[in-house]
């Protein structure tokens, strides 16, 4: 079974709708994060959790919001979806190697969202 | 701005040939990431780089890091039609007031091996 898993694999909704993908881990780790990628665009860090009460944005995290339910499941949402939305969603998690401050990322298969 | 440039961007190669794709960042750091994406999957994990002059090699593959130049590069040997992907580099964003552990990747090269 795979490490990192995302539901819905695929989407498409409409304009204004509200939709949720979520992302859970059986790796055991702390930290979890959610990307979108856009061709020619690399990806780009939305939000981050270090653990279940921390929550940081990042760099693209306007018409997005984040929920961590528990240390395996960190779910994304977009309250009210624009056509430009329309992405490569991954969840990542990672934890640190010890006493290398090193914290190698794990990426999730991607849920693949259109936004029409 | 924190910054990782990858050049090139797009890259046809044939097969048997020499190539390396370069990644340069602008912030001092000294813990760098290779990833590869195969079209229509997720980001597997290639090498980690730890400190100035790490290198590291697995099969066709050799990443090096040069913190000083503030440069990476990925070193593709007589190439072949497997090693076709994507290749993303990525760096720790520690040294920009971010969270230690939080990558900013570059755009990635779109690597074409043709026979």
């Known amino acids: 079974d795979a490490d990192v898993t995302q539901t819905p694999r695929n989407r498409i909704t409409k304009t204004g709708k509200r939709i949720m993908l979520e992302c859970s881990q059986t790796?055991?780790?702390?930290?979890m994060y959610w990307y979108r990628q856009d061709p020619g665009l690399g990806l780009r860090l939305i939000y981050y959790?270090?653990?279940?009460?921390?929550?940081n944005k990042g760099e693209i995290s306007d018409g997005y919001s984040v929920s961590r339910q528990a240390q395996a499941k960190f779910s994304l949402s977009l309250e009210s979806a624009i056509p430009n939305q329309t992405a490569l969603y991954f969840c990542?998690?990672?934890?640190?190697?010890?006493?290398?401050?090193?914290?190698?990322?794990?990426f999730g298969p991607g849920t693949r969202l259109t936004v029409t | 701005e924190l910054k990782v440039e990858q050049n090139p961007l797009f890259l046809s190669m044939q097969e048997g040939k020499n190539y390396t794709i370069y990644c340069n960042y602008s912030?001092?750091?000294?813990?760098l990431y290779w990833y590869r994406q195969d079209p229509g999957k997720s980001l597997e994990s290639l090498f980690v780089l730890l400190s100035n002059g790490a290198v590291k090699q697995e099969g066709r593959l050799m990443a090096s890091l040069d913190t000083k130049a503030r440069l990476s590069t990925l070193h593709i040997t007589a190439a072949v039609h497997d090693l076709s992907a994507t290749y993303f580099c990525?760096?720790?964003?520690?040294?920009?007031?971010?969270?230690?552990?939080?990558?900013?990747f570059g755009k990635g090269t779109k690597l074409s091996v043709k026979p």
């Open positions: 959790s270090f653990d279940v009460k921390d929550i």
């Open positions: 990525a760096v720790d964003w520690l040294h920009y007031g971010g969270s230690q552990g939080n990558l900013i």
């Open positions: 790796k055991g780790h702390d930290r």
């Open positions: 990542a998690t990672s934890e640190e190697r010890p006493g290398q401050g090193l914290y190698e990322q794990y």
């Open positions: 912030t001092t750091s000294d813990r």
